[in-house]
């Protein structure tokens, strides 16, 4: 009898507790939305939008639906998150090795980058870069060339933007690419595992790679044509940039602040786990013959690998997490266009914001569980 | 005298190589501190882009040069296993070096020599170089905000008598030390609470009322993070037993709370603090937007702690437990008195880095309308008289929260440090 109020009183108690509070709250957002005359549902998503947004990667309007203008928020989330990922991932890989290199200058430029980057807030780096150091960028019509084709200005950076013929057929090869380098790969594999045979694998995919969408461009009839961004006089003393892609600069001051303090967390990502293998590792594995390639490549980076991605994916979550700092600096992400603009708007706090956080809880699960799929299967089976 | 071997120095020619490699390596250094400093191209009869690569080229070869194992020159050894192991290394070296020689006289002009500091108004900034007259005027409002300027002692006392609270425990006595855990936990919030309440807000004991809207600055900041720090850790060790614990409901409920605060990013907690938690609470009741931001960060920060202090629960060895439970401990008894004392212990630098991640968030309060540091510069950078000075503020504001993170970062790898050897 002691045990069984013991296992259930305070079971109970936490339910009552935690549905107490929800009734008290829902009670409470019912009188409230009574009072001031606002009713609860998510209607308004249909509803047309009528406001615009600078920069979007689909078609968008102002006679688009809520529901358009929230998957432009999404979409440009995951813009900012995506590059930022790759420039965090390479910068914080090239640290991260270079904190364990044996010239004492690199080493110690390493650490102080680390340490230089990671102590400063994400959000003071960010205005830091967007109203400070890119203000300092010159006029459309004084910039100089970068690259020849690409120009940098207060206004953006303007790149080429790629003209396709019959991109579909190029895709195509490209798909066709790649899945002849998986079969090819398992083909090896089990020759490796049968017969002891070894074909240099990476050559043969590399030659694939190549080979099959350069056919596409002689035999599939594909084409490429680059359209270069042009200097347009829009009035006496406005120029303007005209053809090409222009990217914000409100994406590139995010994009810099966000890979820049992510790839400090990164590095030490890295740097933890290439120190996390133990020595004698490397030096078995050298006893029984491996070249150093081998060595690298068979024995360290499999085990380095296994401490470094649970730890840099987490880091890639904060960093999506993060981009939502871009409503500081005015940039149309998530929570700009959607809990700000559309709030705004419509007046419909408490569906707008849940439906916010409900995306990025998705978000942050969905990765979250797939981490923890890839952990169970990285495991160390011991026997 | 043998012939000079490009190729191969070593011990027998070392005199020559070692001088032949100084000098180049000095030339070479000598090149570009010129160009740097003095902006007089010693190069410009050699062609084109052989001018830029000349000392680079020059000090490869010098670096080369000096790469003799087992030289028997102490300083020559070490240079040559620090930082010139081989052609490669010798490269990035030279590399690093010739940045930081170029990048120097720059950033010591924009930041020093061409500088004003002197002045109460914009037409004192007359040089080329950063106007530090700026921060000067605007210091106090970066540091207080808008609190009125013949208050500010109020902040300060209330800061020194929190500090000086915050320390009690170090010089209690022995036979009190047990109600050390009451003291953090319970009274110092409360008491801490009253004290910044009674002197920052002040209301009564005739110190004229200041609005919270009127708090800015770096004191919001450290107001802000002291609260949450306070008030979060509490919670989550609540939150990471109740992960633990094997009473399914209590277990889900707590999983639930966690993963969702640490799903979602902060901005929008804040978001949700602002606009959405008013219309939660009971009609004509009023509660301050600090307050309210305040809540949504402690329950926000709460989750983290959680997982911090669950991560130490797990560390210790399972015969801790089995020990306490044959000693016919109950739960509550084996928590407070074996298993929190250690496991509190072993996650002090994660609660620290939840502590550091947790001062670096605080400026993002901003985005619902506090004018806490990165506020008061957003607003000091729109004002008429003073356009133009982005770039000082925030390297300012950078440098302090560098300083502040830094120091807590340090501070943390030396408990870190300290609390290892122990176990």
Known sequence: MNNIIKKFLPQILAILFVVLIFGFLTINAQTNMDNRGIDFGFGFLSQESSFDVQFSLIEYSGSDSYARAFLVGLLNTLLVSFISIIFCTILGVIIGVARLSSNYLIKNSAAWYVEFFRNIPLLLQIFFWYYAALRALPLPEKANAWFGVTYMTVKGYYIPAMVWENLNVFLYCGLAAIISIIILRNYANNLRDNKGKQIPVLLYSLAILIILPLLSFLIGGVSLEFELPQLKKLSKISYIYEGGISLPPELIALVLALSLYTSTFVAECVRAGIEGVSKGQKEAAASVGLTPNQVLKLVIMPQALRIIIPPTTNQYLNLTKNSSLAAAIAYPDLVLVFAGTALMQTGKAIEIVSITMLTYLTISLTIAAIMNWYNKKIEIKEK | ?423
């Not at chain 2, 425990?169 to 009253?194: C, H, Q, R, S």
């Not at chain 2, 806490?372 to 008289?385: C, H, I, R, Y």
Request: a positive charge; proline letters at 4%; one cysteine or more.
């Open chain 2, 1 to 423: 005298m043998q012939a000079i071997n490009f190729l191969k120095p070593n011990r027998d020619n070392i005199k020559n190589y070692s001088i032949i490699g100084s000098v180049l390596i000095l030339i070479s250094l000598i090149d570009v501190i010129s160009n740097a400093f003095l902006k007089t191209n010693l190069t410009s009869f050699l062609p084109g882009s052989l001018t830029t690569l000349f000392p680079l080229i020059l000090g490869l070869i010098g670096l080369n040069m000096m790469r003799i194992d087992y030289s028997g020159n102490k300083t020559l050894d070490l240079l040559n296993k620090n930082i010139n192991t081989n052609n490669f290394n010798a490269l990035l070296t030279l590399l690093i070096l010739f940045s930081i020689i170029k990048a120097l006289p720059p950033s010591l002009s924009w930041m020093i020599f061409d500088a004003n500091i002197s002045g109460d108004s914009k037409d004192a900034c007359t040089g080329t170089g950063a106007c530090w007259t700026y921060i000067k005027v605007w210091f106090r409002r970066f540091m207080y905000g808008m609190y009125p300027n013949e208050f500010h002692w109020r902040i300060n006392t209330a800061f020194i008598l929190v500090i000086a609270l915050g320390f009690v425990g170090y010089f209690m006595k022995e036979n009190l030390k047990k109600y050390l855990a009451l003291y953090y936990v319970i009274i110092y919030p409360v008491i801490a609470y009253l004290v910044i309440y009674y002197l920052i807000s002040g209301g009564s004991f005739g110190l004229q009322w200041v609005e919270t809207g009127a708090w800015g600055g770096l004191s919001l900041t450290f107001i802000v993070s002291f609260f949450c720090l306070i008030f979060c850790f509490p919670l989550g060790m609540i939150f990471a037993l109740g992960r633990r614990s094997n009473l399914p409901v209590i277990k889900y409920i707590s999983i639930c709370y966690i993963e969702f605060w640490r799903g979602v990013p902060l901005i929008t907690v804040l978001f949700m603090s602002s606009v959405m938690f008013p219309m939660f609470l009971p009609e004509d009741f009023f509660m301050d937007k600090l307050v309210r931001v305040i809540i949504a960060i402690t329950l926000f920060e709460a989750a983290y702690c959680a997982e911090v202090i669950r991560g130490g629960l797990q560390s210790l060895p399972r015969g801790q437990y089995d020990a306490a439970k044959s000693l016919g401990m109950g739960y509550w008894k084996m928590h407070i008195f074996v298993i929190l004392p250690q496991a509190l212990k072993l996650v002090i630098p994660g609660i620290a880095n939840t502590f550091l991640a947790l001062v670096k968030d605080t400026p993002l309060i901003f985005v619902v309308g506090l004018a806490e540091l990165a506020g008061m510069l957003a607003l000091a950078k729109t004002n008429p008289k003073w356009l133009g000075f982005a770039m000082e503020g925030y390297i300012f504001a950078s440098i302090i929260f560098w300083i502040i993170c830094y120091a807590m970062s340090k501070y943390s790898y030396n408990l870190e440090a300290k609390y290892k050897t122990e176990r």
